[in-house]
């Protein structure tokens, strides 16, 4: 059980596009979705948290018009990276909450986005 | 805020041996749960193990074993009898009981176990 799916795994887009990362839990309502962003050989960075139905909650120095997060279901959550600049290029990890074991987030495979 | 610190950045073991990866925290809260995760070559993040912080016990998952202790703010992981698939990279995490549930994670581990 638990688990959390992401797409797409890879994603490359030119500079200037948007490119939309889906988060999904597969099998439980997940109140509160986190997205990360991780550099090379570095920590997960939070970015934003995001609770169904509500704005996204965004980490100090994090530009939320940058970074666009939509939780729109208790399965699904998205991030929009737009005007996309090769400076956003990293890995993004998405993680959700199940109420049920509200300390402990679960981890989706995370999505590599390269901007050329 | 609450801090989470792990000093050794590299580490490495011979197959089979023993290994601890050390972890430590700062907090002023009495109720909070401590994780490990494990996140190899494929960058999945993977649970090792987890602590709440109210039980004494030091919690246990077959190979893995933690040395949780409170008063000095001390989380480490022990691994057992080594094998070549733990080479990753393993985070410690703190999460407050109370409040917004976030992670505060420790700059990692990178453990190479050698055959």
């Known amino acids: 059980g638990a688990v959390v799916s992401q797409h797409p795994s890879w994603v490359i887009c030119k500079s200037g596009t948007s490119v939309k990362i889906e988060c999904r839990s597969l099998?439980?309502?997940?109140?509160?979705m986190f997205w990360y962003r991780q550099f090379p050989k570095q920590s997960l960075m939070l970015m934003a948290t995001?609770?169904?139905?509500?704005?996204?909650?965004?980490e100090q120095g994090v530009e939320k018009d940058k970074f666009l997060i939509n939780h729109a279901s208790l399965t699904l959550s998205t991030l929009t990276v737009t005007s996309a600049h090769p400076e956003d290029s990293s890995f993004y990890i998405c993680?959700?909450?199940?109420?049920?074991?509200?300390?402990?987030?679960?981890f989706g495979p995370g999505t590599r986005l390269t901007v050329t | 805020a609450q801090t989470v610190t792990q000093s050794q950045p590299e580490m490495s073991v011979q197959e089979a041996e023993t290994v601890t990866l050390s972890c430590t925290y700062d907090?002023?809260?009495?109720?909070?749960?401590l994780f490990w995760y494990k996140q190899p070559p494929s960058r999945q993040m993977i649970l090792v193990i987890r602590?709440?912080?109210?039980?004494?016990q030091n919690a246990t998952e077959n190979r893995f074993s933690v040395n949780f202790q409170k008063a000095a703010k001390s989380f480490s992981l022990k691994i057992s009898d080594s094998q070549l698939g733990d080479t990753a990279m393993y985070f410690c995490?703190?999460?407050?009981?109370?409040?917004?549930?976030?992670?505060?994670f420790g700059t990692g581990t990178r453990l190479k176990v050698l055959a």
């Open positions: 602590q709440e912080a109210y039980k004494q």
């Open positions: 993680s959700a909450r199940d109420y049920r074991e509200p300390y402990e987030q679960y």
């Open positions: 995490a703190f999460v407050s009981a109370s409040g917004t549930y976030k992670y505060i």
């Open positions: 099998d439980f309502q997940a109140t509160t």
């Open positions: 995001s609770n169904e139905g509500s704005k996204a909650t965004y």
């Open positions: 907090t002023s809260e009495n109720n909070y749960y």
